[in-house]
């Protein structure tokens, strides 16, 4: 069961080949089995999943009308709030918390019969490109055990590597679902701003975060797509009505003729040529298919880190001001008044990287400094914006790096957050921008994967999973499974 993806599945379950019951077991027996050594998955939820797939096969004997995903199981992000299971973003700050709704997504996953299994882990707070900065420990990869799996969405691009489950939900901020998805040889998109309500998924920076799928394929991401995104008007007002939600319509469409874009500021004095010679290889195979490649120009491209560590963080101490011992989150004992509790509060409750966010945030904020730093970034968004926008005018898709090198090994750069910021250089345009992009796996450096990001116009997730599927079916690196994990 562990090759077969969702679309396999949908019809091994249908065909009453094998039932949710025994879907639902095989995944947890191998969470299990295997996840002593990586540490993706925080809670199992073994009685309630298995209940719900029971009565899934229940309903399918008795001729009940049910959706194509109706057995089908997934794990989710600690950052998404279930009401049948913890919700701490990886944090002592809500150790413990239980929502009391689901999120949307949630919501609209259980509808269409899927089986949640658990929940993973993740950078605190989404805080993070490594999954180590957790309170529940660092996540490994599969791969090889001595590296990360990147984050912030690390156990989800884990667990799906290792397949403890066909499918998770991340969310991407500023490529935390591209990075781990890259890092751990799986497909996840991040779709336009918008598309996948908010609501539930407990934010970090509410004008850059989205919700997504990971699976290993392009093809099960759009099936998964399909069902998580919605228009939810009554709790996210940012959520935008689509005129419709099958990303599967176009998958099968060949893509001759589309003109791809490839931003010279991506390519220019790529530090890693093993993993550039692998880019360059799946172009070419791109090519074949009969796409065509042109070199285009996106100039402020280069400001995104700075930009993005100023608005992130900024809109990160706003919206962590919430949890301050008081209604929400960890509350220190013994204080003498209200300020010490805060902040003795505060300070045992967060980590370190998401302490530094809050104080970045909370200086570029305060009087006298907001139009030297937050201002400015809006206005470098707004520019890079624009780049993405004359590019266009050249291209259906821009195909480029996901990340810098491989998965890099665990605590390199816990000392150095400026390198760690360094590794989302070619994440965050699109955040920026609000766009859909997606990475897919190409190929193996040092037996560890290498991923290749397909960016699209804005509300044109259909493109980018056409273009990734295409070359899916031509390949099989999503195929591929672990070594350590293969049993």
Same mark, same amino acid.
């Given at each position: ?6 679309? $396999?599945?949908?019809?091994?379950? @249908? ?9 639902? #077991? ?8 295997? /996840? ?15 209940? =719900?797939?029971?009565?899934? /096969? $229940? ?28 919700? !701490? ?5 809500? @150790?413990?918390?239980? +929502? ?62 290792? #397949? ?45 975060? @989205? *919700? ?55 390519? $220019? ?25 042109? $070199? ?34 960890? =509350? ?10 805060? *902040? #003795? ?16 945030? %909370? ?6 400094? =907001? ?5 400015? *970034? ?23 790096? %996901?990340?810098? +090198? ?26 920026? *921008? ?28 259909? !493109? ?10 031509? !390949? ?12």
């Amino acid at each position: 069961m562990k090759y077969q993806g969702i679309a $396999e599945l949908i019809n091994a379950l @249908q065909s009453k080949k094998i039932s949710a019951t025994e879907l639902c #077991r095989h995944y947890h027996d191998r969470v299990q089995k295997h /996840d002593t050594t990586l540490n993706s998955v925080t809670h199992i939820a073994r009685t309630s999943s298995m209940m =719900r797939a029971k009565e899934i /096969d $229940e309903a399918r004997a008795n001729g009940e009308p049910l959706q194509a995903l109706a057995g089908i199981p997934l794990l989710v992000k600690e950052n998404f709030c279930t009401v049948d299971m913890p919700t !701490t973003c990886a944090s002592k700050a809500l @150790q413990g918390y239980q +929502s009391p709704f689901d999120a949307t997504i949630i919501k609209n996953c259980r509808r269409a019969g899927m089986v949640i299994l658990g929940k993973c882990n993740m950078d605190e707070f989404a805080m993070g490109g490594s999954n180590e900065n957790s309170a529940f420990g660092a996540v490994k990869n599969p791969w090889k055990s001595t590296h990360v799996p990147g984050g912030s969405s690390g156990g989800s691009a884990a667990a799906v590597a290792a #397949r403890l489950s066909p499918a998770a939900t991340g969310s991407d901020t500023g490529g935390s679902i591209r990075q781990p998805a890259a890092f751990c040889g799986i497909t996840g998109i991040k779709p336009s701003y918008g598309v996948i309500s908010r609501f539930g998924m407990i934010a970090f920076a509410s004008s850059l975060d @989205q *919700a997504g799928p990971m699976a290993a394929s392009a093809e099960d991401c759009a099936i998964l797509l399909s069902t998580m995104a919605s228009h939810d008007p009554a709790n996210d007002m940012t959520s935008v009505k689509q005129p419709d939600y099958d990303y599967q319509s176009k998958l099968n469409n060949s893509i001759r003729g589309m003109k791809i874009g490839l931003p010279k500021q991506y390519f $220019e004095n790529f530090g890693d040529q093993s993993v550039e010679n692998i880019m360059q290889t799946a172009i070419k195979e791109l090519e074949k298919l009969g796409a065509s490649c042109v $070199e285009i120009d996106l100039p402020d491209v280069k400001h995104c880190i700075s930009a993005y560590y100023t608005i992130a963080p900024c809109e990160a101490s706003s919206n962590l001001a919430r949890f301050d011992g008081n209604i929400y989150g960890h =509350r220190c004992q013994h204080s003498e008044d209200i300020d010490t509790m805060y *902040a #003795r509060s505060r300070s045992q409750g967060f980590g370190d990287e998401v302490k530094r966010r809050i104080m970045i945030g %909370t200086y570029a904020l305060s009087s006298g400094y =907001r139009n030297d730093y937050y201002n400015k *970034a809006q206005n470098i968004r707004n520019l890079i914006r624009h780049d993405f926008d004359e590019a266009w005018h050249q291209v259906d898709v821009i195909v480029a790096p %996901t990340a810098p +090198s491989t998965a890099f090994q665990l605590n390199q750069f816990q000392d150095d957050p400026t390198k760690m910021y360094q590794q989302d250089v070619y994440t965050i345009p699109v955040n920026l *921008a609000e766009l859909p992009a997606l990475s897919m796996p190409i190929g193996f450096v040092n037996d560890l994967p290498v991923g290749l990001q397909i960016i699209g116009k804005k509300w044109d997730e259909k !493109t980018i999973l056409n273009c990734a599927h295409q070359y899916q079916t031509v !390949t099989n690196w999503h195929k591929i499974i672990p070594p350590s994990v293969n049993d």
